[in-house]
């Protein structure tokens, strides 16, 4: 008689071997992980993008976007980053802006997905704004994307929709993270530094 495996005892492995793989995938979640290390990226392209133009301020008494008789004092409308008033791009983004041409930003940052690509879907951008007052505090905001990233917000408390130069807080749980405001025409955001 011959030892081997029977088709059964193969077929009841291969269904085991499967729903172990099902699971290992639904714990690991690729989407969940690609949309949270995008959120980061933003996050931290954010940040920088903040500290540039602080930088640029504190050397040049001016925020990249003031010219003529504006002040510093004037408020900043939410725009994309990819705005030539914000300073990573000149009158075009094959030109480099103010944060780059005084060494605030390297020439790869006017390279990035939410400059170069984003069009005008706000859920792929990094908008940048200011209120009124030369004290008040830059913002970069984003559509995050990661269900961790969007309950994290509603948690503390930081989710905004975005007005002009204005930042209204939009309360939220961790209900809401499935929610339409995410991808509205002005859709919930969050924002660097909080």
Do not use: H
Not at 2 to 10: C, R
Not at 129 to 152: D, F, M
């Amino acid at each position: 008689m011959k030892k081997g495996f029977t088709l059964v005892e193969l077929l009841i492995v291969i269904g085991l071997l499967s729903v172990i793989a099902l699971i290992v995938i639904a714990a690991i979640n690729p989407i969940e992980q690609a949309n949270r290390a995008r959120d980061t990226k933003f996050r931290a392209d954010g940040s920088q993008l903040v500290s540039a133009i602080e930088r640029y301020f504190a050397v040049n008494d001016k925020f990249p976007w003031v010219t003529g008789s504006m002040t510093n004092d004037a408020a900043k409308n939410f725009v994309t980053a990819a705005d030539t008033t914000v300073g990573i791009c000149g009158t075009t983004c094959s030109v480099d802006g103010a944060l780059i041409t005084t060494d605030e930003l390297k020439t790869e940052f006017r390279n990035r997905d939410f400059v170069k690509s984003a069009g005008t879907d706000v859920t792929k951008q990094i908008r940048v704004g200011k209120a009124i007052g030369s004290s008040a505090s830059i913002y970069a905001c984003y559509v995050p994307q990661s269900k961790s990233i969007r309950t994290k917000g509603c948690a503390d408390n930081q989710v905004y929709i975005l007005n002009g130069s204005t930042r209204t807080q939009q309360t939220c749980t961790a209900a809401d993270v499935a929610n339409p405001g995410w991808s509205a025409a002005n859709p919930w955001s969050v924002c660097v530094p909080e």
